[in-house]
């Protein structure tokens, strides 16, 4: 009983050991965003190095980790919400690129997973291994084709370069997939014998069985796509068509304390995303893995 009780205490400080190492970016970048951005040059001078004029180069003896500003200053919120309508750009600008792409992904791998796991045959099973070899492809290898394919249609340049390719990735209709699986059969054979045909099936069946599924997508597929940086900056040749994943790592070092306050800004929609739907994201993934393919 001794050593049951040792070694759930022993997990316990390890796993708070390691859910503090995990968020403490995330609350250093929170803390810092309400400083000025004379303490941060003074906390974190010789990581930035930046550069004010007048003064010269201003490189810090050591890294201060502070967690409590000195004076909470809110300069920083008020430069990006008011005094730079460039970031607010920026903001609409990764909205306008990630809700097509969530939508159509969406869409398009519940259309494509009830195919795979309604028909069977030799292509369908080679077109679902085909599928695998893409999603476990990284993304950077796609980004020549996608920048050729582009260009053929003449969207080089403009948002749907960008949209289209997500639109249509196949982590999605993997995912989809093998949860579809796991519906019953006899849901399925109830419905024709009830009289419907394949549309109401795929509707009044498959889709509110797999809610929780489509939730979870949805949210990964927000999360992946809201930090891409790579594709818009290779497809998006205007740089105020780019969204501000981009911006974020253009910002200077003498901006520090307003690259605090935009990346909370910019964290704030996937995070209220994964609280509201934590639960369906998480069942979501595991039926979805727990189904033999």
Same mark, same amino acid.
């Given at each position: 009983?001794?050593?049951?009780?040792?070694?759930?205490?022993?997990?316990? +400080?390890?796993?708070?050991?390691?859910?503090?190492?995990?968020?403490?970016?995330?609350?250093?970048?929170?803390?810092?965003?309400?400083?000025?951005?004379?303490?941060?040059?003074?906390?974190?001078?010789? =990581? %930035?190095?930046?550069?004010?004029?007048?003064?010269?180069?201003?490189?810090?003896?050591?890294?201060?980790?502070?967690?409590?500003?000195?004076?909470?200053?809110?300069?920083?919120?008020?430069?990006?919400?008011?005094?730079?309508?460039?970031?607010?750009?920026?903001?609409?600008?990764?909205?306008?690129?990630? =809700?097509?792409?969530?939508?159509?992904?969406?869409?398009?791998?519940?259309?494509?997973?009830?195919?795979?796991?309604?028909?069977?045959?030799?292509?369908?099973?080679?077109?679902?291994?085909?599928?695998?070899?893409?999603?476990?492809?990284?993304?950077?290898?796609?980004?020549?084709?996608?920048?050729?394919?582009?260009?053929?249609?003449?969207?080089?340049?403009?948002?749907?370069?960008?949209? %289209?390719?997500?639109?249509?990735?196949?982590?999605?209709?993997?995912?989809?997939?093998?949860?579809?699986?796991?519906?019953?059969?006899?849901?399925?054979?109830?419905?024709?014998?009830?009289?419907?045909?394949?549309?109401? =099936?795929?509707?009044?069946?498959? +889709?509110?069985?797999?809610?929780?599924?489509?939730?979870? +997508?949805?949210?990964?597929?927000?999360?992946?796509?809201?930090?891409?940086?790579?594709?818009?900056?290779?497809?998006?040749?205007?740089?105020?068509?780019?969204?501000?994943?981009? %911006?974020?790592?253009?910002?200077?070092?003498?901006?520090?304390?307003?690259?605090?306050?935009?990346?909370?800004?910019?964290?704030?929609?996937?995070?209220?995303?994964?609280?509201?739907?934590?639960?369906?994201?998480?069942?979501?993934?595991?039926?979805?893995?727990?189904?033999?393919?």
């Amino acid at each position: 009983m001794r050593k049951r009780y040792f070694g759930r205490t022993g997990l316990f +400080i390890l796993s708070a050991f390691f859910a503090f190492c995990f968020l403490l970016p995330t609350v250093l970048t929170i803390s810092n965003s309400f400083m000025t951005q004379s303490e941060i040059d003074a906390n974190y001078g010789m =990581i %930035f190095e930046s550069t004010r004029p007048g003064v010269g180069t201003y490189v810090s003896d050591s890294v201060t980790l502070k967690f409590i500003p000195d004076r909470v200053s809110f300069s920083q919120y008020i430069t990006v919400l008011f005094r730079s309508p460039e970031y607010i750009l920026k903001f609409w600008n990764s909205v306008i690129l990630v =809700i097509p792409i969530v939508v159509l992904q969406v869409g398009i791998a519940s259309f494509a997973a009830y195919s795979f796991t309604r028909y069977q045959g030799r292509l369908k099973n080679f077109l679902f291994f085909f599928y695998i070899v893409l999603m476990l492809m990284p993304y950077q290898v796609t980004i020549v084709p996608n920048y050729l394919v582009a260009d053929w249609l003449d969207i080089l340049g403009t948002r749907w370069a960008v949209i %289209f390719p997500g639109a249509f990735a196949p982590f999605s209709v993997f995912l989809l997939t093998k949860f579809m699986r796991r519906i019953p059969s006899v849901l399925i054979e109830a419905a024709k014998l009830d009289g419907a045909n394949e549309w109401q =099936i795929f509707t009044r069946v498959c +889709i509110p069985q797999c809610r929780s599924a489509l939730y979870s +997508i949805a949210i990964l597929v927000f999360i992946d796509y809201w930090n891409m940086v790579e594709l818009p900056i290779i497809l998006l040749d205007n740089a105020d068509m780019q969204p501000l994943s981009v %911006f974020l790592s253009t910002i200077n070092s003498g901006e520090a304390g307003v690259a605090f306050a935009v990346a909370v800004i910019y964290m704030i929609p996937p995070l209220l995303l994964f609280l509201h739907g934590e639960e369906a994201l998480v069942e979501g993934i595991t039926h979805s893995g727990s189904v033999k393919g």
